[in-house]
Every structure is written in structure tokens, then in C-alpha cells.
């Protein structure tokens, strides 16, 4: 009989029938080994080549599992590795998973092997990108495997390879595999990992040959083992079979008999998917990406909840063929939350709480499973014995590559009695064949209540530079100039999902001087300012409070000014607004404005930090990245405030020099703007932000960036450092949360704000650059770099420079604490003048102080 809805009969574990019982009746076919009947069930494959499948309880492909039960499997066997491998060798190691039902495996075994990159073969061309590797799999229904590494030096290293598969069969996958990549790349150590280990003794025989002949160590790893008995004449009878189930074709005139059933209305729901993060290993996934996502997890768990209907408790999550892991990962985070996005307590399972049950707050949670459409075409026998018992057939929806057949099939789906099924494809499955009627989601509509589609960003992979040499240390340094954004806690102090940092890591080049020292490197040599770094000033105990005191009576104001602009911009590049902070005293204003739209619209906004340096212009390498992933029209550029506006015109000026860049808008956002140089802030009043009083401490412990021709090659990153070190004295936390706290006391402020700015023209006024050509005309320092206006440029100047003098405004008050503070510690006169449009402006003179810098970075010689 069919089972349909939720009075399907559920038997007791020990009383549920083996589901390959009907195949072995019938064919013969049996398995030996313990637990295999367990992990496995039978059934018959349209596949000329094998008769039976093999179908896994804990793949999450044919049989809709907990989605706990599927990645706790498979890290398990991640754990195994890594304590065969020995921490040392599993850091050096990579993690290769095959497709399209070893996806998802795979990259939840690397999780368990550690912070290691992930790659899984693919059946998906990408035009003008080099195959890092390709074989065969002679058994499968579409035999041909791609490997395309974004980064071709991800597979160059020497560190041990760990190849992941649901089945090990015969081995001849894994051979094939093995002998491919060895001749590109050779290497000491192999392991192979998979669900079930089914091979006959004479694979185990061949492989040992095969490994000592390559001079080569192989492992091989399962959750369990055992082999397969085939009868004689299996093939012929099996396909006999099949062919006596199989239903005759419908007549094209026919009426579905689907479509006369009610179907449930299908809604897309907005995941926020990290931005920079891959849609998953095809073109490589490397440990910040993982960072990114698990930040982002609980979010889009929670937004996929909110769109559940409030009594859908037993929920399917259907992965698309090669998208395994998001689907996964994504139904493990919808099981913290009950319909609605109320958190429910203990996930699934915990604390002896049996699936779907009510939590310790009441709420009752999502019961969640996991599974994935399929390109294999299998039998469906509606029997308890068999493990395949309903399936879906619709056209492709991905322009694939063409593999002999343009059907696709959900199998165990129809008659499952889910309440809702949330479908996850990538952006290019999104097509209108998945929307046709017939297409999947017309096809799961007759069989659950709701039908919700999330769609997880396709990545565009950007060729990289062919791979450097080899190196002992395995393959992590050997990753492409431009792998992707650098995150916390790697790098920087913000957490993952705050920014990612456009640059690279210098954290063990020791680039800093006494200020004196470089000052005169700078002099001497025509050296850039950018080629070296100044000592991290240590804040004397008076300062520090001085900060926090400046801190707590401007967060209002900050967080007015963040609220404002941040609501401009979002009116200027809509919701996919992508913030680009210049790093770095722009990249705490960038993490405030995610927050403010975040806490405001609930849009999860992406945010990187980029290199700007003035004579060298923005970095390019950081422009092409992101181009290849966000529109760049939808970029806005994002610093804390101006000064005379030479940024302002340093950006205009980079993005002019490269017709590439013509997209992207050469427009700054700012918090304040003295100058009058931009037409995006959120305030032209010169007043204290208390980021501008310190370095790296306020920062997320970056440095400054570097520019540097023998630290940073063609196509790479402009570089920068981590100061760890710095950890205790780490104030970037705590400036941004007071900040925020603060931002539902000043939302009617801001609203008022907003009106009031875009009823006024902000064109750019320029002010302030004619003030400083004045000032600096007035004091005969005939350069206008020498002036910094602005009390952020000003503190710049103290803690980084040897200044000469401070001109402050006649009458200023609290916002000029710590520049009097700073000055009388470094023996600074402090001059008080009239008619000054900012509140201060420190002057730098190259009469008193060596290596001054002008318009190109470079040193201005004596006046």
C-alpha cells in the first residue's frame, strides 16, 4: 500500500524491515559485514553497468535523514583522520570529496580533519578555467569528474590528500583518481575515506600493489566494512526486472494527474548568505570560508524558520545534486528554531529529547531531515523492503553538462508526509526550468503543504597565476595572490561575519620603525610612507580614560551619524548595498553601518576592507575580486571622515586610470565631513570620533597597510599585520558595542536626519581644501599634504609623525582632550586661532621634521 501524509506506520527501529530485503528476495544479492544492513540499503539502478545500488541511511541523497545524524557521521570520520594523520600532517593536509553524492560528505569530513582547505570533483564546465584534475568513474550512470580549483596551487602541495567517497567499491574510482593527480603533483600519503569500505580481497590486493608501486603510503578509513554477494546472470535479471516495474510512458495528451491535486504555494525565502563564502567546494573552500558560514548559520537558520507556516514541525531540506553541504549545514541550523524563528531550545535529540518534541521553554521544534535531488536514475518499489519507495522526475535545471540524460529525480520525497519542503539551489540552478510546471518545484508542490526555494550564491571562480613551486610546509602557503578576504579570528580581532579583510597577511615581517628612523629611511631614500610601518603607540593609562570618557559621552552622536548615512546609502545602492571600508579607519565605521542595518531592515550587508594609498591609488588586485563577486555598482566605498578630501580625490583618480573599474562609483560615505568633500554622511561637523584616538587597538588589531614591491607581487593584495600580541589592550569590542547599544535611542534623530540631508544639495563644497591651501600659504609650508585637518587627521599626526605644530579652534572643548593630552606628551605647542572650519589641524614641517610627505607618498624635500 502507498503511505501518504503523517499516518504513515512508523515500527520501532528493531522491528523496521531491512530495506534491501526485497532486492535480495528477488535477485539474490546479499550483504556480509556487521552493521552494514544498518548504514545501508538495496535497490535497483536503470544503469547498464550495475545492477544494484547501494543506498545509504546516512548520505542525505536518496533517503531523507536528520541532518545531525548525516554531518555527525561524517566529521566522525574527519576526527578519525586527523588522529591517524597526527595534528602536524593534518594541517598540511587537503580533503578532495567526489560527485555528486560525496559532496556534502566530504567537506563535512574536512570540518572534522581541521582548518584545511576542501575541494570536491564536478560534472559542471566552467569555461576558461584550467582542470586541476580529471578521471573516470566507469560505474557510475554520468562517468566523467572534473577538478577545478579557483587556486591551482590548492592541489600543488606535498601535505597528505584525503579523497572522500559515500562507497568504496572495487577502488577503481580512487586508482584512477590517485594516478591522475600523483603525475601533477606527487605526494607521500593517500587516505581514502568512505561510509562503506564493500571491497572483495583481491581490491584490497590491488590497491597494496598499486600504492607500493606508486612508492606511495595509502589508507583507507570507513564506518564500516564488508562485501557484496552478486549471483550469477544479476545484471541480465535485474535489468529484466527493472524492466517488467517500470511503467509505460504516459500519453503527452494525458492530464497530470498531479496537477489536479492541490499544491502548495511556493515562496522564496532571503537566506543572507555570507558574502565572499562559495556555495561550496567546487572551486575550492578554504578554512576562512568556514569561518564566515558558521558565524552566518544561526542567521539564515532563523530566517528560514520565520518563513515556515506555524504547524509545520516536520520539515525536509532538499538539497540540488552537487549542493550538499549548504542544504546541510542550513537544516542543522533550522533545528535550533520552531516555525516562526522562535528559538526552541536543545536541538533535536539533545538532552534525551525525542525528535520534534516540545523544549524546555515549550516551544516545539522543527524536525528536521536532510536530502538531495539526483542525476542516477533508480527504480522506486513502494515496499517497505526496499529502500527506494517514491520518486520525482523533472528536467534539468542547471544547463549541465551534458551526461546522456536531461532527467533529474528526488527520490523517498512524495508521500513522506513532510509539512514543508525547503528546496536550496544555487543562483545557477535558478532558472526557469526549475519554475516550469513539471520542473521540481511543480513537482513537489501536490506532496507537502508549503514549498519554500532559498538560493545560495553561485561562485564565480577567478582564474588564478599558475602555482608557485612546492614547498615542505604542505599547501597553505601556496594559496592564489587573491584567495579571498582574510577573517576573524585568523586575522583581525572583528568577529567572521563583521569583514573581510581585501589584503595580505605580512603578521610575521617585521616592518616597523622608530618614528624618528623612518622618518629619515623615508628622507634619505625617497621611500614611500607605505613601505613601512610606524610602532604601535602604547596609550599611557591617563589616555585610555580619556578615550572611554570620550567614548561614552560621543556614542550617541556616533551612532546618529552611523544611522544616517548608512539610510543613504541604502537609499542610494538599495538592499544589496555591498560596503567597501578603506582600511583601516574606515573599517569600524563599515562594521557599525552592517550593524545598523542589520538591527534597522534586518539586511545582512557584506563588508571588506580594501588598501587605499595615497600616490599609488586604490588597490587594484581588491577592485577585481570584487568585481568577480558583487555588482560593483552596488559597492560604496566607506571611510570615517574627511579631511582636505585627498582620498576622496585618490579614489576618483584610481578608478579613472582603469576603464575596468568603470562601474564601480569613485563616491566616498563618510560619518563626518568637515571638508565638505563627499555627499554621503552623516554630519559636516568636525567632532571626535573616538576610533580616530587609536591605532590598531580600535581597529581589530590591523595594522596600517603596506605597499611594498618585494612583500606584495603583481596581483596580490596590498599587506598588512595582526597584531596578537596586542589582544589585552584590544578596545575594538568595545567602541563598536557601546556604539550600538545606542542605536535605539537615536532612531527618530535619524529618521529626522535623513529628511533633513536629502533635502538639501550636498554636493561637495571643497571648503576645506581652500582653507588648508590658506593655512598652509599663512604658516609657509607651501604643500598642502603638510596640513592635516580635521581632528582625526590631527591625532593621525601625533601618533604617527614627528609634528610641528597644532592650531586649535579658539573655545574648543571636550572633543579636544586627548589631542592636548598627546601634544604636551610629545612637546607639541598647541596654538589656539579664529576662523579655523574644523576643530584643530595638526602641521607637519619638514624644516623641523625629516621625511615629511607630500602628493605621491614620497618625502618633501627642505624648504
Known sequence: MKFTGEDRPRPAADAAPWTGQWVADRLGIALHGEGLPGLLG?????????????????????????????????RDLGLRVRALLGGQDAARAVVVGYAETATGLGHAVADGVGPVPYLHSTRREVPGLASGGAFQEEHSHATGHLLLPEDPALLAGTGPLVLVDDEFSTGQTVLNTIRDLHARHPRGHYVVVALTDMRAPADHARLAAFAAELGARVDVLSLAAGTVTLPDGVLSDAQTLVAELTPSAPDPAAPDPAAAEPAAEVRRVGLHWPAGVPDGGRHGFLPAHRAALEAALPGMGRRLAQALPAGARRVLVLGTEELMYAPLRLAQALEAYAPGGAPAGPRAGAEGLPAGENRPDGSPGVEAYFSTTTRSPVLAVDDPGYAIRSRLVFPAHDDPTDDGSRERYAYNVAGAGFDAVVCVTDSAGDTPALHAPGGLLARLAPHTGTVLLAVVPTHA???APAPAPSRPNGNHGLMSATPGPLRGPDFGSYAADEVGWLLKDLSDVRLEAPTEEREEAIQSGGAHYAESLPVEYQPSAAY???????????AGRIARAVGAVTELVLAERGPDAVLVSLARAGTPVGVLMRRWARQAHGLELPH????????????????????????????????????????TRELADAIDAFPEFARFRPEIAVLADPGGCVSTYGTRDDFLIPSACLNSTVSGLVSRTVLRADLVGPGEFHGAKFYRELAESDVSALFLDTVTAAFGEVGDDVARDVKALRAQDRSPTWAGWAAVERISEEYGIGDVNLVKPGVGETTRVLLRRVPWKILASRGAGADLDHVRLLAEQRGVPVEETDELPYSCVGLIHPRYTRGATGTDGKAVQGL
Open 544 to 554: 585610555q580614560d580619556l578615550f572611554r570618557a570620550a567614548l561614552e559621552t560621543s
Open 608 to 647: 571588506y576592507a580594501v588598501s587605499i594609498v595615497r600616490g599609488r591609488g586604490i588597490d587594484p588586485a581588491a577592485l577585481r575580486w570584487l568585481a568577480a563577486h558583487h555588482d560593483p555598482a552596488d559597492c560604496a566605498f566607506v571611510d570615517g571622515w574627511t579631511g582636505k578630501g585627498a582620498i
Open 461 to 463: 571562480p577567478t582564474p
Open 42 to 74: 538495496l535497490a535497483l539502478r536503470r544503469n547498464p553497468k550495475r545492477a544494484h545500488l547501494l543506498v545509504s541511511n546516512v548520505l542525505g541523497k536518496h533517503v531523507p535523514q536528520r541532518p545531525g545524524t548525516v554531518y555527525g557521521h561524517a
